[in-house]
């Protein structure tokens, strides 16, 4: 079974950066397609990145980090990342990896078959 573990997360201000990792053990996740997904208190669970290597790698983000955030890989790790520039208060919030073997809606969390428990990013002054 695999497990994800995220950190990396803290408190920066506006306008700072944070690199998130997502270390995955008990398995290989190489087949694996990774999201990143955030939710803020009160809010619902959203999609914010996406990662997927089938000879190319194919990456996807949410409107609201494009430009800002880039998520990458490292099969050979084991370990995900979500690099966050020019962070602003709006993306405080628990930072979640997760991961799914199907090619299908990125943005759904219900389509992830695992997840980790999450890193608290807080962005204020």
């Known amino acids: 079974q695999l497990q994800l573990v995220e950190s990396g997360g803290g408190l920066v201000q506006p306008g700072g950066s944070l690199r998130l990792f997502c270390a995955a053990s008990?398995?290989?996740?190489?087949?694996?397609?990774i999201g990143w997904f955030r939710q803020a208190p009160g809010k619902e669970r959203e999609g914010v990145a996406y990662?997927?290597?089938?000879?190319?790698?194919?990456?996807e983000y949410a409107d609201s980090v494009k430009g800002r955030f880039t998520v990458s890989r490292d099969n050979a790790k084991n370990t995900a990342y979500l690099q966050m520039n020019s962070l602003k208060p709006e993306d405080s919030a628990v930072y979640y990896c997760?991961?799914?073997?199907?090619?299908?809606?990125?943005?759904?969390?219900?389509?992830?078959?695992?997840w980790g428990r999450g890193t608290q990013v807080t962005v204020s002054s």
């Open positions: 997760a991961v799914k073997r199907l090619i299908n809606d990125w943005r759904n969390p219900d389509n992830y078959d695992y």
């Open positions: 990662i997927l290597l089938i000879g190319n790698v194919i990456t």
């Open positions: 008990g398995s290989t996740f190489n087949h694996y397609c």
